[in-house]
């Protein structure tokens, strides 16, 4: 058993870049796959592919993304653990390299991007960091 699903897909993403891998493969859980949407959404993957029918057998392929022979993202990063949760109001949500990137946040409304959830005003965990 995994006790942090999440830091798992992002570590395995990370290396994926970093030996230039085309798919990378995780196990299947609703928050990987609503992360997954949002790296596909903002344009950090190709796609994603979900596989297997039932619970125990199905898998997310992510399709990793690159511009000519460099990632698509230079940095990713776990910033609420299960050790330690961290959350943000509205106005606090922390920006990314000026902009240049992406934060996760868990909402009452779902998971959004930073940008998302400080236009509807909403505030949560702080899931995960993504930049250029």
Known sequence: ?????????????RNGYLVRKKTVEVPYSQIIQ????????EKFLTKIEIQGKKLAEK??????????????????KRISKPGLRVYAKANKIPMV????????????????????????????EVVCQVWY
């Open 97 to 124: 390299r000026l902009g240049f990137g992406i934060t996760i946040v868990s909402t009452p409304s779902g998971l959004l991007t930073d940008r998302e959830a400080r236009k509807k005003n909403l505030g949560g």
């Open 34 to 41: 609503k992360i997954a949407k949002i790296l596909v959404r």
């Open 1 to 13: 058993m995994m006790s942090d699903p999440i830091a798992d897909m992002l570590t395995r993403i």
């Open 59 to 76: 898998k997310v392929i992510l399709h990793l993304k690159y511009k000519g022979k460099e990632p698509a993202l230079t940095g990713i």
